[in-house]
């Protein structure tokens, strides 16, 4: 089985401190994904990497970046913690399709509960 | 850019009924992969069935299926056999695929109940 592993499930931090989500996946999967949850909203795509060293913007980068030094490690960052950025946050991974026929799943983590204060 | 609606936030099933959770979504492709997630309360989010745009043939898992009408761009996931785990929260997700970089489109959720 897949295993997406994030760091930690619940964090705590004070506003404009600058925080650090990890992820990190068993399955040498290319792909890997940070989302937010929040009530009422479903889940955004924050920010996503096909290949290590690469990233993409999702529907909701602004106040976050992201670092994928190896293959098997995803990391979102707050820059500067804002009480908006109170939130689960979500790790996923898949493979890549090869094909606009194929179809690979999106595996996730447990998330982060994520309070600013 | 595509939507995922789920238009009722919450609903409620006796055990061993059927309950049926709705979805539509927006899109001009033509090929496209549609998906339904669980996410119980312990709260790892987990694939429950997905359908491929391009079969006609509405995909079943065990006691999950779903109704694809694709001119009406309408997903529903029924469950059968209700079970107490069950109890989760449920995400309809769209994919457009696009080479290596496929993205979800996730509605808002709904959460489901099931009363013993």
């Known amino acids: 089985d897949v295993k997406v592993t994030q760091s930690s499930r619940y964090l705590v931090k004070r506003t404009g401190e600058k925080v650090f989500l990890e992820c990190v996946q068993d399955?040498?999967?290319?792909?890997m994904f940070w989302y937010r949850q929040d009530p009422g909203l479903g889940l955004r795509l924050i920010y996503f990497?096909?290949?290590?060293?690469?990233?993409e913007k999702g529907d909701i980068p602004e106040g976050y970046s992201v670092s994928r030094e190896k293959k098997e490690r995803f990391s979102l960052i707050l820059e500067s913690a804002s009480t908006n950025q109170t939130s689960m946050y979500l790790c996923?991974?898949?493979?890549?399709?090869?094909?606009?026929?194929?179809?690979?799943?999106?595996?996730f983590g447990d998330g982060t509960r994520l309070s600013i204060l | 850019a595509q939507t995922v609606t789920q238009s009722q936030p919450e609903m409620s099933v006796q055990e061993a009924e059927t309950v049926t959770l709705s979805c539509t979504y927006d899109?001009?492709?033509?090929?496209?992969?549609l998906f339904w997630y669980k996410q119980p309360p312990s709260r790892q989010m987990i694939l429950v069935i997905r359908?491929?745009?391009?079969?006609?043939q509405n995909a079943t898992e065990n006691r999950f299926s779903v109704n694809f009408q694709k001119a009406a761009k309408s997903f529903s996931l029924k469950i059968s056999d209700s079970q107490l785990g069950d109890t989760a929260m449920y995400f309809c997700?769209?994919?457009?695929?696009?080479?290596?970089?496929?993205?979800?489109?996730f509605g808002k959720g709904i959460t489901l109940s099931v009363r013993p």
């Open positions: 996923a991974s898949s493979l890549p399709d090869r094909t606009r026929y194929s179809n690979q799943p999106q595996h």
């Open positions: 399955m040498d999967h290319e792909n």
């Open positions: 990497s096909y290949d290590v060293k690469m990233k």
């Open positions: 899109t001009s492709e033509s090929n496209y992969y």
């Open positions: 359908q491929e745009a391009y079969k006609q």
């Open positions: 997700a769209f994919m457009n695929p696009s080479g290596a970089n496929s993205k979800l489109t």
